[in-house]
């Protein structure tokens, strides 16, 4: 046994928030990859079915088509069914 019991206790501590830190962490990166799985909500990137200045869906990077031209699609980025018509603040033009 350490001389010092007050020693014992503060390493004792240490090692126990060390260890919830790291669970705490762990615990946000599953979290941060599960979102990124989902797919952003459409509100979140004030997603509209409708054109906006001229860009829309079918012109951008993260489209991926649907079964015929005009049908719903997906995207990359946000989740559930896109209008090809449509727009969000994450559009960037297809290279």
Not at 55 to 62: F, I, K, M, S, V
Request: proline share 9%; aromatic share 6%; with cysteine.
């Amino acid at each position: 046994m350490s001389e010092n019991p007050k020693f014992d206790g503060r390493r004792a501590l240490l090692k126990k928030a060390a260890g919830i830190s790291a669970a705490i962490a762990a615990a946000g990166v599953v979290t941060t990859q599960q979102a990124k799985a989902a797919g952003m909500a459409p509100s979140a990137v004030q997603y509209q079915a409708t054109p906006k200045d001229g860009h829309q869906c079918d012109g951008c990077a993260l489209w991926i088509p649907g079964p015929t031209p005009k049908a719903k699609g997906k995207c990359k980025a946000v989740s559930g069914p896109i209008d090809p018509t449509g727009w969000c603040t994450l559009w960037s033009p297809k290279s």
